[in-house]
RNA sequence: GCCGCUAUAGUGUAAGUGGUUAACACGCUGCCCUCUCAAGGCAGAGAUUACGGGUUCGAGUCCCGUUAGCGGUACCA
């Protein structure tokens, strides 16, 4: 039997569940999933102050909406120190690890990236570590004696690194391009790469998939890894999410439409951002697009995942795209696809932030609401659409647009038509879509004015807006009494 | 600076081991439907496969170079 599949999804803290996050989030689960394995969730929360329980909420959050909650977890990497610390510790006393004296390097006002150029600069062509060879015993003495010290590890002079990605194929580097990297702070505080390796050994960690951006540091983990006596796991990575013209993703300028909580907020479908995101950097090679979970799963390898980084089409001076439009319109189609009591209820959600929620929706007009829904959907975009562009079907209190006024009401005529056309549906027996239809034809016809006039007009007349479902469906759906009321409103309008 | 990764229409992706007019989706344009707008149906525009060399009878697919973008290079993660 082969061995159970065991995939983490390891963010830090620092900021919310991004895009390119989830995507990771969401490849990893699809991976377990597909193997029968196990997805865990591990917080890399070891930079304290950077990290905050907040984000650690904000994460879990939105993994959760997106349904990619973890089998096991969240655990936090924090907890494991004291595991990091004595893991070094071993590498120092085999002597595949050491003991640095050289003082930390003070900070000044150039900034990081600025401060590594200049530091790598400094470095080119010099002999390693002179601490390197301190005799251990020397070593210990002096950590006896109260110095402090960083703990590097010892990469060999010559050679190649060499690994086999699952995405990019075999990966060489140059020993003689990886520095003596440290592995524990002076402070005592354990870092980053020490602390993976550690906690993916503990964890039993067999693929660990994660961005392109570890790709070569993997190096230095498979050099840890070896040094623990431990056959490192299969690195598979992926591609990174970039910003329109292939500009990098940056947290300050693109916060917003980065945010998974945005999108669940804009009345995003969870299913919907999965699959767009899915097929942000993977593709399962035939034609379709629109997969369920289930197909997902299925037809998942990480044989199908693109190497060049995905742009991510935003628009963010567009309030039309303001994110990709593709998202856009695959969330449209999962809300066209999916049974309308399913939809019903995200709606009602939406309804009730907007203060436009009644009680009677969930009782006695429950099928009044279904079919308004089902009426608006093919039209709407996002869940949020029903509650701002379909605010007249749930309100009597909306706005006219001034371009829609313009257009449809503007004929002098209506002053009077308005109102004689109110007039015959309220004495109409039947008011339904047919009986409607039929009488305002009737009386088009009778006043000799085309029935498109009068029926565009109403349209203004009772939603405000130019556009929107048929006539007839809309009187319906508004009911007789708000239909009578509003076409009568609607008189002062006219001409205006 | 050094090291690495990548490069197919505006965007996301296809195109088994090199083999006819580079395919699909989104977006865009037009037409049909029609009371409008969507949805749906149909049609179309848009790519000398970053650029330059090479290997080959033949290259988007292999090799080299250039350029660009991105990543890494930290006692951040």
């Known amino acids: 039997m082969a061995e159970t599949v065991r995939v983490r999804f390891a963010p830090s803290p620092t900021g919310y569940l991004h895009v390119g996050g989830a995507r990771t989030a969401l490849f990893n689960w699809l991976f377990a999933r597909k193997h029968n394995g196990t997805f865990i969730l591990r917080i890399e929360d070891t930079d304290i102050q950077r990290s905050s329980e907040a984000m650690v909420q904000g994460i879990l959050e939105g993994l959760h909406w997106l349904r990619l909650d973890a089998d096991e977890g969240p655990f936090f990497q924090s907890s494991f120190v004291d595991e990091h610390r004595a893991a070094a510790r071993r590498l120092v006393e085999e002597g595949k690890a050491y003991y640095d004296f050289t003082p930390k390097e003070q900070t000044d006002d150039r900034t990081i990236g600025e401060r590594i150029v200049d530091r790598a600069r400094a470095q080119a062509g010099k002999e390693r570590n002179p601490y390197r060879d301190l005799p251990l015993k020397e070593a210990l003495d002096r950590i006896e004696a109260g110095e402090r010290a960083a703990v590097r590890l010892k990469v060999p002079e010559t050679g190649v690194s060499r690994f086999d990605d699952m995405v990019y194929g075999p990966q060489e580097r140059d020993y003689a391009d990886i520095e003596d990297l440290v592995l524990i702070r002076s402070d005592g505080h354990p870092l980053y790469n020490l602390s993976v390796v550690v906690d993916d050994i503990e964890m039993g960690i067999t693929h660990v998939i994660r961005g392109q951006d570890h790709l070569t540091n993997t190096h230095k983990q498979v050099l840890i890894y070896r040094a623990l006596g431990v056959e490192p796991p299969k690195f598979g990575h992926l591609p990174l999410i970039i910003a329109p013209g292939?500009?990098?993703?940056?947290?300050?300028?693109?916060?917003?439409?980065?945010?998974?909580?945005?999108?669940?907020?804009?009345?995003?479908?969870?299913?919907?951002?999965?699959?767009?995101?899915?097929?942000?950097?993977?593709?399962?090679?035939?034609?379709?697009?629109?997969?369920?979970?289930?197909e997902m799963i299925e037809k998942f390898s990480l044989d199908g995942i693109n190497k060049a980084s995905a742009v991510f089409n935003f628009h963010e001076n567009d309030p039309q795209n303001w994110t990709d439009p593709k998202a856009l319109w695959m969330n449209a189609e999962y809300m066209r696809a999916m049974p309308v009591d399913e939809l019903a209820p995200l709606?009602?959600?939406?309804?009730?932030?907007?203060?436009?929620?009644?009680?009677?929706?969930?009782?006695?007009?429950?099928?009044?609401?279904?079919?308004?829904?089902?009426?608006?959907r093919a039209r709407y975009r996002t869940t949020v659409d029903f509650a701002t562009l379909g605010r007249p079907y749930f309100s009597n209190e909306f706005e006219y647009e001034e371009a829609a006024v313009k257009k449809n009401l503007k004929d002098e005529?209506?002053?009077?038509?308005?109102?004689?056309?109110?007039?015959?549906?309220?004495?109409?027996?039947?008011?339904?879509?047919?009986g409607t239809e039929k009488a305002l034809r009737a009386y088009s016809e009778e006043q000799g004015v085309k029935a498109g006039l009068l029926i565009n007009a109403a349209r203004t007349a009772l939603t405000g807006q130019a556009v929107g479902p048929g006539m007839f469906d809309i009187m319906v759906t508004l009911g007789r009494e708000r239909t009578v009321e509003r076409l009568r409103r609607a008189v002062d309008l006219v001409g205006k």
Do not use: C
Request: hydrophobic share 40%; glycine share 8%; aromatic share 8%.
């Open 413 to 434: 005529r209506l002053k009077t038509l308005l109102p004689g056309l109110a007039d015959r549906l309220a004495a109409l027996n039947e008011f339904t879509h047919d």
């Open 347 to 376: 709606v009602a959600d939406q309804l009730k932030k907007h203060g436009l929620w009644r009680d009677e929706y969930a009782g006695e007009q429950r099928e009044w609401l279904l079919r308004t829904v089902d009426l608006l």
């Open 246 to 294: 292939k500009e990098k993703l940056s947290k300050r300028k693109h916060g917003e439409v980065v945010s998974v909580t945005t999108y669940r907020d804009r009345g995003f479908l969870p299913d919907a951002l999965v699959n767009f995101l899915a097929l942000l950097g993977w593709s399962p090679g035939g034609d379709q697009e629109i997969m369920s979970r289930d």
